[in-house]
């Protein structure tokens, strides 16, 4: 098992941008697949982004394709989500999840995550 911890969350204006940064303790990171997902309230927890243990293979909700980015640094333990042209329904708790040996983005499929960063963006 691995633990998650989220940071990079905050207020921004619509239009804006924000970088989300997914660390590591204990395993090596780059086993895992590591996977963003977000809920906001009163709604199911959805996916957002994956992207496999190398970062040959992404995957992206089509809500945030085209602004969203998600990417790694193994050597770092590290994983990101970088999000542009932020828009206000994409006010939610972001987190992050990893999985050792998935590809998909179903949340029942990821049996580690982190305690989650909000994600507030106003009009």
């Known amino acids: 098992q691995v633990q998650l911890v989220e940071s990079g969350g905050g207020t921004v204006q619509a239009g804006g941008s924000l970088r989300l940064s997914c660390t590591t303790s204990g395993r090596t990171f780059s086993v895992y697949t590591v996977a963003w997902f977000r809920q906001a309230p009163g709604q199911e927890r959805e996916f957002v982004a994956y992207?496999?243990?190398?970062?040959?293979?992404?995957r992206y909700a089509d809500s945030v394709k085209g602004r969203f980015t998600i990417s790694r640094d193994n050597a770092l333990n590290a994983a990101y989500l970088q999000m542009n042209s932020l828009k206000p329904e994409d006010t939610a708790v972001y987190y992050c999840a990893a999985a050792i040996g998935v590809i998909g983005v179903g949340r029942g499929l990821y049996p580690n995550w982190g305690q989650g960063t909000q994600v507030t963006v106003s009009s």
């Open positions: 992207m496999t243990r190398s970062g040959g293979t992404t």
